[in-house]
C-alpha cells in the first residue's frame, strides 16, 4: 500500500487544517490508519488513529491533541483525513500518516505500521 499525505501549510496559531492521507488502492480499508508527527530534534509522536471498519472504525488520540484534532474516514475515496483546530506552535511538525495490520491494542506505537506516507509539513505561526 502506498500513502500519500497533503494539506500542510504554514497556518497562525489558533488556525485549522485538514490533512489528507489518500492510499493507493481499495485494500487500505483493511489497515488501520495512524498519524504521527515528527519536531526537529524529538522523537515521532504518536498523533491519532482510526481502525479499519471491520473493526468499528473507532478513534485514538495523543493526549496533547484530545479535543482538538478528528480523524475521519472516507472508504469511497481510499482516504482518511486529519482535522486540526485550534492549532499551536507546538504542533508544528512533519505530518506523516501510516498503515497498520497489528492487533487494535498496539496501534499507538510506531513499530506497529508496515507502510508509511512521505510526510506533510505543519508549521504554526505565533
Known amino acids: 500500500v502506498q500513502l500519500q499525505a497533503s494539506g500542510g501549510g504554514l497556518v497562525q496559531a489558533g488556525g485549522s487544517l485538514r490533512l489528507s492521507c489518500v492510499a493507493s488502492e481499495r485494500s487500505s480499508r483493511m489497515y488501520h490508519i495512524g498519524w504521527f508527527r515528527q519536531a526537529p530534534g524529538t522523537e515521532r509522536e504518536f498523533v491519532g488513529a482510526i481502525l479499519r471498519s471491520g473493526s468499528g472504525g473507532s478513534t485514538y488520540y495523543g493526549d496533547s491533541v484530545k479535543g482538538r484534532f478528528t480523524i475521519s474516514r472516507v472508504n469511497a475515496k481510499n482516504a482518511v483525513y486529519l482535522h486540526m483546530n485550534n492549532l499551536k506552535p507546538e504542533d508544528t511538525a512533519v505530518y506523516y500518516c501510516?498503515?497498520?495490520?497489528?492487533?487494535?491494542?498496539?496501534?499507538?506505537?510506531?513499530?506497529?505500521?508496515?507502510?508509511w506516507g512521505q510526510g506533510t509539513l505543519v508549521t504554526v505561526s505565533s
Open positions: 501510516a498503515a497498520s495490520s497489528s492487533a487494535i491494542n498496539w496501534v499507538k506505537s510506531e513499530s506497529a505500521y508496515n507502510y
